[in-house]
Structures are given as C-alpha cells and as structure tokens.
C-alpha cells in the first residue's frame, strides 16, 4: 500500500513517536491531539513527554515540513 499522508490521533508516547518517524521519512502527517498544552508545546518546538533521542526526530519531523499539530483535522 502506497500513501503519502496520514492522520495520527493521540500525541503521546505512542502516537509523537508514531508521527514524527513516518514524518521525517516523507510522509506528510497531521498529528491531532485534544490535549490544548500538547499542541502548544510541540507548536513552539518543546515536548511534553522524555524519550532518548525524541527531541532530534520531532524536530526533523517539523523542519522537513511534514508534520504539523492540531486540535482537530
């Protein structure tokens, strides 16, 4: 199967992950969250939860140009 955009619901410790890896390997994604703080922060470049080596996929993700965060589709 063959896709070039997904929606990822949930931006937690599955979800952020999930999203940002298939971001930063071209995949366009819209990461939505009902969480108004999680999307705040991943918005301004921080993140709500600790992984080793998150940090560096999220911003990759973002600065490719392939994830964007939101409330609601």
Known sequence: ???NKI???GLG???????SMFAASGIKVIGVDVNQEIIRTLS????HIHEPGLKTIV???FSSGNMSV????
Do not use: H, N
Not at 13 to 19: F, M, N, Q, V
Not at 70 to 73: G, M, N, Q, T
């Open 59 to 61: 911003d990759q993700a």
């Open 13 to 19: 410790y599955i979800g952020l992950p999930t999203a």
């Open 70 to 73: 939101s409330l609601s589709r």
């Open 44 to 47: 301004v470049g921080g993140l």
């Open 1 to 3: 199967m063959k896709f």
């Open 7 to 9: 929606c990822v619901i």
